[in-house]
């Protein structure tokens, strides 16, 4: 839904898109949708009350949501890079830095809190 609503110029808060934080948790006023993945970041609670992760959901109808268009923040399309890695450096055992070289023509956008 939320790449869905992108594509009609619609911005739908959003982080991980991969059900798991839950910042694009939104209120179904209706319709029907169903999971791509477990929505790991939902609990039976929210399910229960019509709460969904946009992020991973599929429109089986027409839909009407309860949530804010950010369309004011130019958030850029979901796209694939090929890249190499340039270098790996290991800070400890739960943090590591992993340094990627772009081919010269790709143009990547990056926006704080990527
Ligand atoms: S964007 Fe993180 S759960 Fe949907």
């Keep these: 839904m939320v790449e869905a609503a992108r594509?009609?110029?619609v911005t739908l808060e959003h982080s991980c898109l991969r059900g798991r934080c839950s910042t694009c948790k939104v209120h179904v006023i209706a319709g029907e949708s169903s999971p791509r993945?477990?929505?790991?970041?939902v609990n039976l609670l929210d399910l229960d009350k019509d709460y969904i992760l946009s992020c991973v959901r599929v429109p089986e109808s027409d839909m009407v949501l309860d949530a804010e268009d950010l369309g004011a923040c130019p958030i850029p399309l979901?796209?694939?890079f090929s890249a190499e890695i340039n270098s790996v450096i290991?800070?400890?055992e739960d943090l590591v830095k992993i340094e990627l070289r772009l081919p010269p023509?790709?143009?990547f956008i990056y926006l704080s809190g990527q």
């Design 90 to 92: 290991n800070y400890n």
């Design 105 to 107: 023509t790709q143009k």
């Design 7 to 9: 594509k009609q110029n």
């Design 37 to 41: 993945v477990v929505e790991v970041a």
């Design 78 to 80: 979901k796209r694939t």
